[in-house]
């Protein structure tokens, strides 16, 4: 019996270009599920009022929402606004889940998460108010299919 090269070789090649196209995809799925170590801060419609940033763009976020003090939201330049994040307290050990809602001030950024103020007293309770930052490891939430 005689066997064709010509099929061999073609069916190699495509398991070759699969094996590599699929570890490409795993590798960028494994290094985009990491945690980041972030330094939270919280902000309110009072702290925005006292910033003056309240009045310009009448508590109106990135995303064209309201802000609310006790909604579980952040801001953040890192992620895509709407992402859920799920946000752990290094020192207590919480979790919360917030959704990106707005941008960070420039002047803020690098390794920073702004939580509103309800996200702020789930994650540390009223301590967390007046610490004022906390340090904090951030992961993408997965939804459950």
């Not at 919480?94 to 007293?121: A, H, N, P």
């Amino acid at each position: 019996m005689r066997i064709k090269w010509d099929f061999v070789i073609f069916w190699l090649i495509t398991w070759a270009f699969t094996i590599v196209f699929w570890g490409f995809w795993v590798m960028v799925c494994v290094r985009g599920c990491q945690a980041q170590e972030l330094t939270a801060s919280w902000y309110s419609v009072q702290s925005l009022k006292d910033e003056g940033t309240y009045k310009t763009s009448k508590g109106i976020m990135a995303n064209g929402e309201k802000f609310k003090d006790e909604a579980l939201t952040c801001a953040t330049r890192d992620y895509p606004l709407g992402t859920v994040l799920c946000v752990r307290d290094n020192e207590t050990g919480r979790v919360v889940e917030v959704k990106v809602t707005d941008r960070i001030s420039k002047r803020f950024q690098g390794k920073r998460i702004d939580l509103s103020k309800g996200s702020m007293v789930a994650l540390g309770g009223e301590r967390a108010l007046k610490k004022g930052l906390l340090r904090v490891e951030v992961n993408e939430a997965r939804p459950l299919h």
